[in-house]
C-alpha cells in the first residue's frame, strides 16, 4: 500500500499544477465573458433570458460529452484556417470548461445587479452620477456578495470537470483516477478524489476571503485572497514554461495494454536518452490525430482500428495485406509511419462462462446466434458503436435481448457475476484464462485482424535515433507474454503497476 501512495504522490505536484492552471484559466476567462455580458442583461430582459437559456443548455451537456465535442470542432476549425491550431490537450479541455463555468457566474451576477434596492440607484442618480459611475460605486458593490457566490460555485465545478480532461489530452488529477480505475488501483483513485477535493476546498476559502473582504469593505482581504490566487495561477505555469522541447510524448488508450506498453516504449527511449510523458486515457480518434498532429510522437493502436475507423475499411483482408496497405495510407494521408507490428494480435473475442459453454454446446458464433435472444451482452464502452459490431451483425445474426455498456475494468466481473451473459472481451487479456471463459470461434472471420503496431509521428518517423530505440521490439512480444503482463496488472492481488509490468516484459525480450 505504501508503495502505491507513493507512486501517486509523486505524480501528484506535475498533475496538480496541470489542473490548476487548467481550472484557474477556464474560471477566469468564464468571468471575462459572464460579467460585461452580465451588465448588458440586467439592463436588458430580453438579453438576459436568451443568454440564460443559452448557458443553462449548455449545463445540461455532460461534462465529458463537452470536451468530447470541442476535439473534433477544434480539428475542423484548425483544417478550416490551415492548421496552427491544437484540437489536442489544453484547448478543447479550456474551451469546454469555459462554457460549463458560465451559467453559475452569469445567474448570480444577473440576480445581483437586477436585485439592488431602486431607492439606491434613485439615490444615485439624485447625485448626478454617470452610470459607470452608478454602476462601480453602487451596484457593483452591492451586487458583488451574489455574484461571488456564483463565482465560487462555478470553480468548484470547474475543477471537478477538469480531472475529465484526460480523455482529451491533457494532464490533471483525472490521470490518477482513470489510470486507477483502468487497473483496479483504488489508491491512485483516491489520491486524484482527495487532492482534487482538497484543491476545490482551499480555492473556495480564497474566494470566500475575497467575498468577505468585499461585504465587509476590508481591502486587506480581498487583496490578500486576490494575491493568493494569482501567486498560485503563476505557480501553475512555470511547469509549462520549463517544458524542454526535446520531451517524448507517449500516447495510450484507456486499457492496462496500452499502459503497458506505452511504458515499455518509453523505458527504451529514456535508454536512449530521451525525455519522455505519457498521455493516458486517450480516445482512438483522438490519439490518431493527435499523433498525426504532432501532439504525440509514438503510440501502438491496432490494425483493426485503423482498418475500420481511419480507412473506413468493412471488407477483410489477410493480415500481412492489411498491414502493407495501412502502412501506404498511413504514410500518405498523414505523414505518419508505421515502424511495424510488435508480433501479437489483440482482437475483439467473444467470451462466454464455461458452464453456459458446456450446457448449451456453444463453440462458434454462429452458436451463439441461436441464442443470443436469451443473452445480454456487455461490452466496453466503445464496442456498440464501432464498425467491428456492425460487421459482426451482417455476419451473423445475432440479436441480443440486451445489451450494456462497461468499463474494461468491470466487464469481466460481470461476465462473470452473472450480470451478462457474453462479453466482448480482448484476446490477449489475461483475465480470459484466469476466469476460465470460453472465447468462441469467428469462422467467417467478421471481425478483422488485430495486429498490435507501432506508430510514429511525421516528425518522429525520419528521426534514426528514435526508430533505432525502438525497433528491436518489433516481432518481439509474443501473446502468451503479453497476456501474462497484462494480468499482472489486471489481477485483484499482488498487483503490479503498469511500469514493473512493462519492466518484466522487457525482461522476457531479452531471453
Request: charged share 20%; proline share 4%.
Amino acid at each position: 500500500m505504501s508503495g502505491d501512495w507513493n507512486q501517486a504522490l509523486a505524480r501528484v505536484p506535475e498533475l496538480l499544477a496541470a489542473h490548476v492552471q487548467l481550472s484557474f484559466s477556464a474560471l477566469l476567462l468564464a468571468m471575462l465573458i459572464c460579467l460585461p455580458l452580465a451588465i448588458w442583461a440586467a439592463r436588458s430582459p430580453r438579453v438576459a433570458g436568451i443568454a440564460l437559456a443559452v448557458a443553462s443548455l449548455i449545463q445540461t451537456i455532460p461534462g465529458l460529452a463537452l470536451l468530447a465535442l470541442f476535439y473534433p470542432l477544434l480539428l475542423g476549425v484548425s483544417a478550416l484556417v490551415g492548421g496552427g491550431i491544437s484540437a489536442f490537450g489544453f484547448l478543447p479541455a479550456l474551451c469546454a470548461l469555459t462554457l460549463y463555468a458560465l451559467l453559475p457566474i452569469l445567474r448570480n451576477a444577473v440576480t445581483g445587479l437586477t436585485g439592488v434596492d431602486p431607492a439606491a440607484r434613485e439615490a444615485a442618480d439624485g447625485l448626478g452620477m454617470t452610470a459607470w459611475q452608478k454602476l462601480r460605486l453602487v451596484e457593483a458593490p452591492l451586487a458583488a456578495p451574489t455574484i461571488m457566490a456564483g463565482i465560487r460555485t462555478a470553480a468548484v465545478w470547474t475543477i471537478g470537470a477538469a480531472t475529465l480532461s484526460t480523455t482529451v489530452g491533457q494532464p490533471s488529477l483525472g490521470d490518477l483516477i482513470f489510470a486507477g480505475l483502468q487497473t483496479q488501483n483504488w489508491t491512485l483513485v483516491l489520491a486524484g478524489c482527495l487532492f482534487s477535493a482538497a484543491l476545490a476546498i482551499s480555492v473556495d476559502l480564497l474566494l470566500g476571503l475575497i467575498e468577505r473582504g468585499i461585504r465587509e469593505r476590508e481591502r486587506i482581504w480581498a487583496g490578500a485572497g486576490i494575491a493568493m490566487i494569482a501567486a498560485g495561477l503563476a505557480i501553475a505555469t512555470l511547469p509549462s514554461m520549463m517544458a524542454r522541447d526535446n520531451i517524448v510524448v507517449i500516447g495510450a488508450k484507456g486499457f492496462s495494454e496500452q499502459f503497458i506498453l506505452a511504458r515499455l516504449i518509453g523505458s527504451r527511449l529514456e535508454d536512449a536518452g530521451y525525455a519522455v510523458r505519457y498521455r493516458d486515457g486517450l480516445g482512438s480518434a483522438v490519439v490518431y490525430q493527435a499523433l498525426a498532429a504532432g501532439d504525440v510522437d509514438v503510440y501502438v493502436d491496432y490494425s483493426g482500428t485503423i482498418w475500420t475507423n481511419q480507412m473506413q475499411r468493412t471488407d477483410s483482408q489477410p493480415k500481412a495485406v492489411m498491414l502493407d496497405n495501412i502502412a501506404q495510407w498511413t504514410s500518405a494521408t498523414h505523414g505518419v509511419k508505421m515502424l511495424g507490428a510488435l508480433g501479437f494480435e489483440n482482437t475483439y473475442a467473444f467470451a462466454v462462462r464455461p458452464e453456459d459453454a458446456r450446457e448449451k454446446s456453444l463453440r462458434t458464433l454462429d452458436d451463439l446466434a441461436r441464442v443470443s435472444s436469451d443473452f445480454t451482452f456487455g461490452t466496453d464502452v466503445e464496442f456498440l458503436e464501432r464498425p467491428e459490431w456492425r460487421m459482426v451483425q451482417d455476419t451473423y445474426p445475432i440479436r441480443f435481448r440486451d445489451a450494456r455498456s462497461f468499463n474494461p475494468t468491470f466487464m469481466y466481473p460481470a461476465l462473470a457475476s452473472g450480470e451478462v451473459d457474453v462479453i466482448s472481451a480482448f484476446s490477449s487479456d489475461g483475465r480470459i484464462a484466469a476466469n476460465n471463459f470460453v472465447v468462441l470461434e469467428d469462422r467467417k472471420g467478421a471481425v478483422p485482424s488485430y495486429e498490435a503496431i507501432v506508430l510514429l509521428s511525421p516528425e518522429r518517423s525520419s528521426e534514426d535515433r528514435f526508430v533505432k530505440a525502438i525497433n528491436p521490439l518489433i516481432g518481439a512480444i509474443t501473446v502468451a507474454n503479453m497476456r501474462e503482463a497484462n494480468y499482472m496488472v489486471d489481477r485483484e492481488k499482488d498487483k503490479k503497476t503498469p511500469k514493473q509490468a512493462a519492466l518484466w516484459l522487457k525482461d522476457k525480450l531479452k531471453e
